[in-house]
């Protein structure tokens, strides 16, 4: 069996982390009380270190 690259992360307010994402370009999508995040083939190592640096600043 293989794991797709989404990734779904439990946060407080999931909503209030994806607008400020956005504020950098990051796109990740919302679900109620989690965060999804689906890196895709023509993201880079660089992109997703990125993305996560500044998500590792708002949780």
């Known amino acids: 069996m ?3 690259s989404n990734t779904a992360i439990k946060v407080d307010n999931a ?3 994806e607008e400020e994402l956005k ?3 990051i796109l ?4 109620a ?4 995040i689906a890196p895709h083939f023509y ?4 992109d ?3 993305a996560i640096d500044a998500l ?3 949780i």
């Open 15 to 17: 909503n209030g982390i």
């Open 43 to 46: 993201n880079t190592k660089s």
């Open 23 to 25: 504020k950098d370009n």
């Open 33 to 36: 009380d989690v965060i999804r």
């Open 48 to 50: 997703i270190k990125f």
């Open 28 to 31: 990740i999508s919302a679900r």
């Open 56 to 58: 590792k600043k708002l």
């Open 2 to 4: 293989l794991k797709g």
